[in-house]
C-alpha cells in the first residue's frame, strides 16, 4: 500500500492508495483526523497501515488523476539522518575525489540534513547559483520509521520500519569540501526532492534489494542495488538507537551508489535547466528540474 501527501482542490491531505491505484482514499473517511503525515503516522500509534487495506479497498476515495502528489513528508520534524559513502563503489570514488574524510572509513558515517520543506515530485531544485556552483544529485533509499526506536535489536528493526520512499540528497560539493563536515552543503533551501510516496514495508521481501538508478537530461548516471549497502537497514538503525530514540516518523537516508557528478573527470554537475530523475524499483520515479 502507498501513504501519500496530494493536493486536492487546492486542499493538502494525507492519503492511501490501496489496489486500486486509480483512486486516493483520504485517510479522513477512515475516521483519522491527521491533517499531515507526521500527525497520521503518530495516530497509527504503531500499527501496521497495510491491516487498512481491506477499509481503502471499500472507500469511494477520490480520483488519483484530479490530484497532484505532494512530497509524502513535507515538514519533517527533525532533520532527516544520512549514512554518507555507504555502497562500495560511491567509498571509491569519494575517496578519490576532492572531499575530506578523517579515518579510513572503517565505521559508518552519519551525519544530519535540515529539511524545512521537502521538495515535491516535479517541484524545482534550487540551484542557488548565486552562492555555489557544484549542485549534485544523489539518489538514496529513504527509511521511514512507525514507532519510537531505543535500544532496537537488529533482529527487530524490520518491525520498526512503516516503509521507504526516495530521496534526493542534492549536495553543494564546494561548501562540503570547504567547511570540513557536511551539514552547510546538503542543507540548503530547496535541497531535499522526496517522494512521490511512501510504499508500506510489507511490499518488499526483508531487507529489500531493489535497483536504484539517477539520470539527468535522460542520461543514466547511477546504477546500482540497495543490497549492495555497506551498512544495511538493520544494523544502521539498530546501531543508532543505542542510545538515542528515533521518533516515529524519523526519516534515515540510506546513502547513494557511485556516479554522482562530483566523480566524472571532468565533473558533472547539475545546472539550471537540468532536469535530475531518480528511481527506486518497486518504489517508483521522482523527477525534479534544476530553477
Not at 579510513?104 to 529539511?115: D, I, M, N
Not at 551539514?183 to 517522494?195: E, H, Q, V, W
Request: glycine share 8%; aromatic share 8%.
Amino acid at each position: 500500500m502507498k501513504l501519500v501527501t496530494y493536493s486536492f482542490h487546492d486542499q493538502e491531505q494525507v492519503g492511501l492508495i490501496g489496489s486500486d491505484a486509480n483512486k486516493i482514499v483520504p485517510v479522513s473517511a477512515l475516521g483519522f483526523a491527521a491533517a499531515d503525515m507526521c500527525a497520521f503516522i503518530d495516530e497509527l500509534q504503531g500499527t501496521d497501515p497495510s491491516a487498512l487495506l481491506a477499509q481503502v479497498d471499500a472507500a469511494a476515495g477520490v480520483p488519483f488523476a484530479e490530484c497532484r502528489l505532494l512530497s509524502p513528508i513535507r515538514h519533517p520534524r527533525q532533520d532527516v539522518i544520512c549514512l554518507g559513502v555507504n555502497y562500495y563503489e560511491h567509498r571509491d570514488e569519494t575517496l578519490a575525489s576532492n572531499i575530506k574524510y578523517d579515518g579510513q572509513l572503517s565505521k559508518p558515517v552519519y551525519f544530519s540534513k535540515r529539511v524545512n520543506e521537502a521538495v515535491d515530485p516535479g517541484a524545482p531544485i534550487q540551484s542557488h547559483s548565486d552562492l555555489i556552483n557544484s549542485l549534485d544529485y544523489e539518489v538514496e533509499l529513504a527509511v521511514i520509521l512507525g514507532k519510537d526506536a531505543r535500544s532496537v535489536a537488529q533482529e527487530d528493526v524490520a518491525s520498526y520500519v512503516l516503509g521507504y520512499t526516495i530521496l534526493n540528497d542534492v549536495s553543494a560539493r564546494e561548501l562540503q569540501s570547504a567547511h570540513q563536515q557536511w551539514y552547510f552543503g546538503k542543507s540548503l533551501d530547496g535541497f531535499t526532492p522526496m517522494g512521490p510516496w511512501i510504499v508500506t514495508r510489507d511490499e518488499f521481501p526483508w531487507m529489500p534489494k531493489l535497483a536504484i538508478r539517477s539520470y539527468v537530461n535522460g542520461e543514466l548516471r547511477q546504477n546500482s542495488n540497495t543490497e549492495l549497502m555497506m551498512t544495511g537497514i538493520d544494523a544502521a538503525i539498530h546501531q543508532l538507537s543505542q542510545g538515542m530514540t528515533l521518533k516515529a516518523g524519523t526519516i534515515v537516508a540510506m546513502g547513494t551508489p557511485s556516479g554522482v557528478g562530483m566523480a566524472f573527470q571532468p565533473t558533472r554537475y547539475m545546472h539550471p535547466g537540468d532536469v535530475v530523475r531518480c528511481e527506486i524499483e518497486g518504489i517508483g520515479i521522482l523527477e525534479n528540474p534544476v530553477e
